[in-house]
């Protein structure tokens, strides 16, 4: 990786983290985008593994942008690219919380804050599909992923029991 393409990483994980309601994962399909399909740096099934392996981990789901950074170039563009997604969103969160009185007022704060549920929504579901479909496992993948979300939004269900039912299906009937 040149100083450019560590640049051209850093200001495209600046930008997209503006736009993370909801947390890194919702963000996922546009670096995985960039990162696979653009530059080709890692595999689709590189990617897959890494965002699990960033879901296992304990602590924050950003942990991801440094995990794809120390696999695309080692710890010191691990620790940039962690550094210019979350320095530039808590700049933002900084400033309106420090302005939050003023903006909890303002007709339009109220008119953005009901439109990004829908999106952040439509951004996971952008995610789910980004990581089906780089699971390597096939187009039987799909409903087994769609039967994970409904049980996930219909039932009262630990995740953890999702995703041990949902590795066991798919091992027996997917491999």
Known sequence: MTGADLWDFCRHLAT?????????????PDIYRYVVVERAWITATQFSSLVALAQAAPGPNVLVVGII????GGLLVAAVAFA??????????????????ALRRAPWARIAQRGLGPLTAGLVVA???I????????RASYP????????ALRLRVNPVWIILGSGVVGGIFLS
């Open 69 to 72: 950074g120390f696999q695309i």
């Open 16 to 28: 997209l983290s503006l736009f993370s309601i909801g947390g890194a994962n919702v963000v996922l």
């Open 131 to 138: 990581l089906t479909s780089a699971s390597g496992a096939g």
């Open 84 to 101: 210019s997604f979350v320095v530039p969103t808590s700049l933002l969160t900084f400033t309106v919380a420090h302005y939050s009185e």
């Open 127 to 129: 995610n789910g599909f």
């Open 144 to 151: 087994l992923a769609l039967a994970c979300a409904v049980i």
